[in-house]
C-alpha cells in the first residue's frame, strides 16, 4: 500500500510551519531587542544555530524583519491597552505582543482567533508561568478594535 496518495502530506501542515516560524520569530526578535544586533546578524546565527526545518522561512522573515520596521505602531496600539510603560512589561509578553499585533493589523488572511490562540501559545512556551492571561487580555483588545467585522 502506497502512503504518499493523494491527501497525504509529507513534513508539517502550513499551519504547523507557521506556529514554528513563530517560535522561531519570538526568539530572534527577543535576541533583537535585548541584544541590539542587527537583524541580519540575528537571522544569520539562527540559520546556522537554530533547527528551523520545518518553519515556514518566508514567514519567519517576514516576522523578523516587517516587526522592527513598525516597531513604533506596533508599541503604541499595545501599550494604549496595557496601560503600561515598555519597561514595565516582560521582554517575552512585549515579544509575543508584537507579533499578534502586527498579524492583527497586517495579515488579515490569519484569522483572529488563530492570532489569539498563537500569541497565548507563544506566552506558555516561552513566558512566565501566567503570563498568558496579560497578552490574552491585550490581543483580545486589539482583535476587537482592528476586526470587529470578522469577530461579529
Not at 510551519?17 to 535585548?34: F, G, M
Not at 507579533?99 to 495579515?107: M, T
Not at 506558555?124 to 483588545?141: C, L, Q, S, T
Request: aromatic fraction near 10%; glycine fraction near 6%; hydrophobic fraction near 40%.
Amino acid at each position: 500500500m502506497n502512503s504518499a496518495s493523494p491527501g497525504h502530506r509529507c513534513g508539517p501542515s502550513p499551519a504547523q510551519s507557521r506556529t514554528k516560524s513563530r517560535r522561531a520569530a519570538l526568539q530572534a526578535l527577543y535576541q533583537w531587542h535585548v541584544g541590539k544586533q542587527p537583524l541580519s546578524e540575528v537571522e544569520a546565527w539562527f540559520l546556522a544555530e537554530q533547527d528551523l526545518r520545518g518553519a515556514d522561512m518566508n514567514y519567519f522573515r517576514e516576522l523578523l524583519y516587517r516587526i522592527p520596521a513598525c516597531v513604533e505602531d506596533l508599541d503604541s496600539a499595545i501599550f494604549l491597552l496595557a496601560e503600561r510603560v515598555v519597561n514595565d512589561i516582560d521582554t517575552v509578553e512585549l515579544t509575543a505582543l508584537r507579533i499578534g499585533a502586527y498579524e492583527l493589523f497586517h495579515r488579515r488572511d490569519i484569522p483572529y482567533r488563530v492570532v489569539i490562540d498563537e500569541s497565548i501559545e507563544l506566552i506558555k512556551r516561552f513566558g512566565a508561568e501566567e503570563g498568558y492571561r496579560f497578552v490574552n487580555g491585550i490581543i483580545d483588545k486589539l482583535a476587537h478594535q482592528l476586526r470587529l467585522s470578522e469577530i461579529e
